[in-house]
């Protein structure tokens, strides 16, 4: 399992990486070891790919919305590509923008904790699929948290969360997951 569980970690990030390659300059993929900000990427747009939202929620784009706090790059390979159909937008906001048009929100750990929660607390019930980085993010209510072991980046999913909003995980996203708790 463990070794099925692997491949499959693999497979997306080939999917992704192959689907971005037009995007990338060829130091970038000849690099022996894709940085942790690249496979957070990665991660980020396959959740977009594998989860559902309500219908009525996405229009005629998806958006993954970051904050501000953190200069990341590695999202604009993404801006543009297609998932589930429809072109994936990034935005840049900050805590006092509105986020209506977010599907996925990531807060980097360079947030700090208060700010962290305070995103929380303003997303509310809104179909929005938080991400981060942050240990202890899915104690705090987060949804996935991304979990660094030094080796490998993983993820673990808060599943009674995601459904609390009205979003929908795939069988197989959740099939590599770390952890899911709330099954």
Partial sequence: ?????SMIRVFLLIGYLGGISAFTSPTVLAAPAASEQTLTAAFLYNFMKFT???????TDHLTLCST???PFEELDAIN???????PVRIKRTSVNEPLDDCQLLYLPREENVEQVRHWLKITGNQPILI???INGFLDMGGMISLINDG???NFEVNLEKVKHVGLKLN???LQIARDVRGR
């Fill in 1 to 5: 399992m463990k070794h099925l569980t």
């Fill in 52 to 58: 559902e939202w309500p219908e009525g929620v996405i």
């Fill in 68 to 70: 501000k706090s953190l």
């Fill in 80 to 86: 543009g590509r297609s998932a589930q159909s429809k």
């Fill in 131 to 133: 991400v981060s980085n």
């Fill in 151 to 153: 080796k490998n980046l």
């Fill in 171 to 173: 069988a197989q996203l």
